[in-house]
């Protein structure tokens, strides 16, 4: 297995005499006892906007999210599809880390297949999957998780500027928020998407839709599931609607 190292590329109660002194301590300490216990679900309760930033992060290359998974495939592909004959399959290791210093930062450590697939001997399209960890320290989270996926990336020829590109995409962790309430809990977020459009010259999402899905569990022992779309625009921006409506935008340098 070959090794690639890109550089370039988270109530007590006290016992009076008065039988009524009792009855009465015990009403005030179940009362603030629930308060207690709401406050604390409050605090741990995942929200909608907790999801959006997890989804954020799952998709930004400074986190080490989709978009960068995407620059990486095409570049294998762009280097790989003319040297590779039909059924050929590869492996290599990919690691990468960002300066420490800076914020937001992340590692991670994939390991890749890719084989190039034929109809009738001619090449159709590149298979890839991958699997690994990834931690990353972002603006308003930090995160441990493993990371999978697999893709599949086809040219629809020379008269095309784009490649057309399908995923799978999934990250299962623990995050912990560095904002407000500091909440922390686990999550499993997937990612799918059909005829995502990237740039034969930079790499980049051009337009296409993804599904996502988030599931997981708060610090409370709450469990909590969202879902919805994201919107890939262009020029390194998407949009992203979950079950409100409400639209989150998302971009990336």
Same mark, same amino acid.
């Given at each position: 297995?070959?090794?690639?190292?890109?550089?370039?590329?988270?109530? *007590?109660? $006290?016992?009076?005499?008065?039988?009524? =002194?009792?009855?009465?301590?015990?009403?005030?300490? $179940?009362?603030? *006892?629930?308060?207690?216990?709401?406050?604390?679900?409050?605090?741990?309760?995942?929200?909608?906007?907790?999801?959006?930033?997890?989804?954020?992060?799952?998709?930004?290359?400074? !986190?080490? =999210?989709?978009?960068?998974?995407? #620059?990486?495939?095409?570049?294998?592909?762009?280097?790989?599809?003319?040297?590779?004959?039909?059924?050929?399959?590869?492996?290599?290791?990919?690691? %990468?880390?960002?300066?420490? #210093? %800076?914020?937001?930062?992340?590692?991670?450590?994939?390991? /890749?297949?890719?084989?190039?697939?034929?109809?009738?001997?001619?090449?159709?399209?590149?298979? %890839?999957?991958?699997?690994?960890?990834?931690?990353?320290?972002?603006?308003?989270?930090?995160?441990?998780?493993?990371?999978? =996926?697999?893709?599949?990336?086809?040219?629809?020829?020379?008269?095309?500027? !784009?490649?057309?590109?399908?995923?799978? +995409?999934?990250?299962?962790?623990?995050?912990?928020?560095?904002?407000?309430?500091?909440?922390?809990?686990?999550?499993?977020?997937?990612?799918?998407?059909?005829?995502?459009?990237?740039?034969?010259?930079?790499?980049?999402?051009?337009?296409? !839709?993804?599904?996502?899905?988030?599931?997981?569990?708060?610090?409370?022992?709450?469990? %909590?599931?969202?879902?919805?779309?994201?919107?890939?625009?262009?020029?390194?921006?998407?949009?992203?609607?979950?079950?409100? =409506?409400?639209? +989150?935008?998302?971009? /990336?340098?």
């Amino acid at each position: 297995m070959k090794k690639t190292d890109l550089k370039s590329f988270g109530g *007590k109660v $006290a016992k009076f005499v008065i039988a009524g =002194g009792i009855v009465a301590l015990v009403g005030v300490s $179940a009362c603030t *006892k629930n308060n207690d216990n709401n406050s604390n679900n409050t605090k741990a309760t995942v929200t909608e906007a907790d999801a959006a930033e997890l989804t954020t992060d799952a998709v930004t290359p400074a !986190t080490g =999210g989709f978009d960068a998974q995407v #620059n990486i495939s095409v570049s294998i592909y762009v280097s790989s599809s003319t040297k590779l004959s039909c059924g050929a399959k590869k492996d290599t290791t990919i690691s %990468f880390s960002s300066p420490a #210093n %800076f914020i937001p930062n992340y590692a991670y450590t994939l390991n /890749w297949n890719y084989e190039l697939d034929c109809n009738s001997g001619v090449p159709s399209q590149f298979a %890839f999957g991958f699997t690994g960890s990834t931690n990353y320290n972002g603006v308003l989270m930090t995160a441990a998780d493993n990371s999978s =996926g697999s893709f599949t990336i086809a040219d629809p020829g020379v008269t095309s500027n !784009t490649y057309t590109f399908n995923s799978s +995409y999934e990250r299962s962790g623990k995050q912990t928020s560095k904002v407000g309430f500091q909440k922390s809990f686990t999550s499993d977020l997937k990612l799918s998407s059909s005829a995502i459009l990237i740039s034969k010259a930079t790499h980049e999402i051009v337009s296409g !839709t993804a599904n996502v899905t988030i599931t997981g569990t708060s610090s409370n022992g709450n469990s %909590f599931s969202f879902s919805g779309k994201i919107t890939f625009l262009g020029n390194k921006k998407a949009t992203l609607v979950l079950n409100s =409506g409400t639209s +989150y935008n998302i971009t /990336w340098s």
